[in-house]
């Protein structure tokens, strides 16, 4: 019985020995007090449009003498407080207002403390996310199809207001709403010239029909036609990187409309499966709202007026 008790007691001294001593990750007790005085006073997470204000409005206090209170965004320092008043080293009042940004997405704030050395000390474990909402509508994968003259199912007509597609059977009811209709344009085949003989077409549909040859067989004399002007945009409009905001489109769409703008926008033609790019391809429209949006062509299937032509689509247009 006593070898059972000094082997337990030699164990015992053994798991004490390799036992390793971790300091607390706030051995500083720094803790951070988040007011709410004012409407745009930040004290959690939260939604919010682009540009809207927050507030950080706190007091941060510490056992150990501060030196520096820096503001972090995303883990980097946007404002910094020296702290030379000896009656601020341990406990600090500051107040500092903000402009989020104009790009959706998520994004970290925290208050934090550093010693004269600036090594972190502490930030009271309170770090709050701002959600910028997008001020924009943004709708991917949408496939529109070469118009089909028996069934007349294909679905060849966009709206910008929903984000949905169309075709001649079900888009009377809502006519109104359409911006845009898709076809493979034909016209240029009465001509001497063999550059244009056919090719991809998005229109508004106030075009007149006379100049819509391969859409004739549809009837849409009780619709409602929006008015929507395109351009194709240079390339220098990059649909992916560019178009992140309200304020970049109309900047970026807006401002390359101001002149040569129409109301029928043909595109490359391609073979089946080619893909495009986000800067080669992007047109831009202004709805009959006002509204500026673009339209990048992903992807093209086929290359004839045949109803199984296709085109794959994303669409941004503002709120």
Do not use: H
Not at 147 to 170: E, H, L, Q, R
């Amino acid at each position: 019985m006593k070898k059972y008790i000094i082997g337990i007691f030699v164990l015992s001294m053994l798991f004490t020995a390799c036992e390793k001593k971790v300091d607390p990750v706030d051995k500083f007790y720094v803790s951070v007090e988040y007011k709410k005085e004012f409407a745009k006073d930040l004290i959690g997470d939260v939604e919010l449009n682009p540009k809207d204000s927050i507030y950080l409005n706190f007091t941060i206090t510490s056992l150990y003498d501060m030196s520096y209170v820096e503001i972090q965004k995303n883990g980097v320092r946007i404002d910094t407080f020296r702290l030379s008043n000896t009656a601020d080293r341990k406990t600090f009042t500051g107040f500092k207002k903000y402009m989020v940004d104009s790009a959706a997405g998520s994004y970290r704030y925290r208050v934090l403390a550093r010693d004269e050395k600036a090594v972190f000390m502490g930030d009271g474990g309170k770090e709050f996310n701002v959600t910028v909402k997008p001020d924009f509508d943004f709708w991917s994968y949408r496939i529109l199809q070469v118009p089909d003259t028996v069934a007349k199912t294909n679905k060849c007509y966009y709206s910008t207001k929903d984000g949905k597609i169309y075709s001649y059977s079900d888009g009377a009811a809502v006519s109104s709403s359409i911006d845009f209709g898709y076809f493979f344009d034909t016209t240029g085949r009465a001509s001497t010239a063999t550059t244009d003989d056919s090719t991809n077409c998005i229109y508004a549909l106030n075009t007149a029909p006379s100049r819509l040859v391969p859409v004739s067989f549809y009837d849409i004399s009780g619709w409602t036609k929006n008015a929507t002007l395109l351009k194709k945009m240079p390339n220098s409009v990059n649909f992916v990187t560019g178009l992140t905001s309200a304020g970049a489109i109309q900047r970026l769409i807006g401002g390359n409309m101001t002149s040569g703008t129409s109301s029928k926008v043909t595109f490359l033609s391609a073979n089946a499966g080619t893909v495009t790019s986000a800067v080669n391809n992007v047109i831009g429209f202004r709805t009959a709202a006002g509204k500026f949006g673009a339209i990048l062509i992903r992807y093209v299937k086929g290359n004839s007026p045949n109803k199984e032509s296709q085109i794959e689509v994303d669409v941004k247009v503002q709120k």
